[in-house]
């Protein structure tokens, strides 16, 4: 790659922007590296940075475009949160996929074989979702009501795999790889006793044994399946590998670990941890990003970690908060620039009274100083106070 210094407003659609005048975590642009596509793009980057650093030697290819999300929720009438196009779009995405997978896992409980291509069709429009309104895709994620906790757990690692492997620029061909594999790392609990799975106690040795074989029992699965690729049944196999060499079936460590089974082995770390299962309670967002940051180079890659992180978000949307007043509110958009001061949307007073009138406020507006300041002082765990924060979506 030849760098050469451009100032902003001197881009050109077609030019591939490599580096920026400051970090990237400093900006909104959600992927370290991409094409600008037109003369709105050009005014976009120009109004963040001066000046970039594009790749001389770029001639075009398959490279992710810098994601410009529109505002994504209003406040309608009686204080409900309106969802717009692209969130009711994820919404039938997110569904089919579950419906899909349902179908899949309930055919191999019939004896059927397993059908990947209709995996892989289910997930292409979860992905172009993701493409269009990442936090939309991501708020449905959090808020999975229906169905088994693997099926969704399985559509909810899609999810995340999706929005992390965009965030970090792989090409199309491998995020649909990784997401189909996170859709399937789960097969093989197909053939895993119901009782053990649905069992609230603790599990025996032996109970752990059969859980832990659910990774080779999903390999053979995909083998007998037609036209699986190699990448995939990899992502199958090796989810519960660690960076340390802690996990299993192999003991694999660092690099031993392919790229797409240590992003899907993380993911589906995260969604286990704020999702509620017959054996432990879901835990809230932050806590489980605060848990991922302190096993970073130990459990998972360090620096995987901490694109998932700026991904996501430390207090993503639809996430239950508590701010310095006491109030409680739903956190609604992101802010790329201050990922501290997102939008919320303040449901409950300092008295934890419900408002006549829901509040939606911008955390990061520099009007709101002295004793109107505002800020996150913790995230609480969903249903605190009664506060489902499904029931202010339509």
Wanted: negative net charge.
């Amino acid at each position: 790659m030849r760098l050469v210094e451009v100032s902003a407003i001197n881009l050109r659609p077609g030019m591939f922007v490599a580096e920026l005048d400051r970090p990237w975590l400093d900006t909104p642009f959600s992927i370290q590296g991409f094409v600008v596509r037109d003369d709105d793009d050009v005014m976009y980057v120009a109004k963040h940075v001066d000046h970039v650093y594009v790749d001389a030697d770029y001639h075009g290819g398959d490279i992710f475009l810098p994601q410009t999300e529109s505002s994504s929720i209003a406040l309608g009438g009686g204080g409900v949160l309106s969802l717009k196009a692209d969130f009711a779009q994820a919404k039938l995405s997110f569904a089919s996929a579950a419906d899909t997978l349902d179908g899949v896992f309930n055919s191999l409980n019939g004896g059927l074989e397993l059908d990947i291509g209709t995996v892989k069709d289910a997930v292409r429009p979860l992905i172009d979702s993701v493409f269009q309104n990442s936090q939309a895709v991501a708020a449905l994620a959090r808020m999975k009501d229906t169905g088994e906790y693997r099926y969704n757990h399985s559509i909810a690692m899609a999810v995340w795999a999706a929005i992390l492997g965009r965030h970090i620029g792989l090409h199309r061909d491998e995020l649909e790889k990784l997401v189909t594999g996170c859709a399937m790392c789960d097969v093989g609990m197909s053939r895993i006793p119901r009782e053990i799975l649905d069992q609230s106690e603790s599990l025996s040795d032996k109970q752990r044994k059969q859980i832990r074989a659910h990774t080779q029992l999903g390999v053979d699965l995909l083998k007998r399946s037609k036209n699986v690729d190699l990448e995939i049944v990899v992502v199958v196999e090796s989810h519960h590998e660690r960076h340390d060499g802690s996990g299993y079936p192999k003991g694999l460590s660092g690099s031993e670990i392919s790229l797409l089974a240590r992003i899907a082995g993380l993911v589906d770390s995260y969604d286990a941890m704020i999702s509620t299962r017959p054996h432990a309670p879901g835990r809230s967002s932050f806590e489980a990003t605060q848990e991922l940051l302190d096993s970073k180079n130990i459990l998972f890659q360090g620096a995987l970690v901490e694109q998932f992180v700026q991904a996501i978000g430390l207090f993503p949307v639809t996430a239950l908060v508590e701010l310095n007043t006491g109030e409680v509110a739903i956190v609604v958009e992101q802010n790329p620039m201050r990922r501290l001061k997102p939008e919320v949307l303040i449901v409950l007073d300092a008295q934890k009274q419900a408002k006549q009138h829901n509040e939606l406020l911008n955390l990061a507006d520099r009007q709101l100083v002295g004793e109107e300041a505002r800020w996150i002082v913790r995230e609480l765990a969903p249903g605190t106070y009664g506060i489902d924060s499904q029931d202010f979506f339509i």
